[in-house]
């Protein structure tokens, strides 16, 4: 351990302000900044992704746990996300409203990816 990071934000939810205080363990000596790019990096992954899978697509309240079924059906998100997206689809729950029960529209934006 070189160092020591604590990192307190500010969070409001529902109309209420909370803080929240992060620690983290770094091997490395380096200044704040660098810091706040990484920890904000991740942080852009968490909600670019991580968000989209476990609200959009419910992956947090998923019912499969057993063997490799859950990998492959994590990994089947990722590709409906990664399609709806290069097919410049912003919003993934309108995307899944519109394609869900259309077949042949689903078809033809993974056509069009290819």
Do not use: C
Request: aromatic share 8%.
């Amino acid at each position: 351990m070189q160092q020591l990071v604590v990192v307190e934000r500010r969070i409001k939810r529902k109309a209420v302000w909370t803080v929240e205080t992060a620690y983290y363990i770094s091997s490395k000596k380096m200044i704040s900044t660098y810091y706040l790019i990484a920890i904000r990096g991740h942080w852009a992954i968490e909600n670019g992704l991580h968000y989209t899978k476990d609200v959009s697509m419910k992956e947090d309240g998923s019912k499969i746990r057993k063997g490799n079924a859950p990998a492959i059906f994590s990994s089947v998100r990722n590709i409906a996300i990664n399609i709806f997206r290069i097919n410049g689809m912003k919003s993934i729950i309108q995307a899944i409203r519109i394609h869900s029960n259309d077949i042949k529209s689903l078809y033809n934006i993974i056509l069009q990816t290819s």
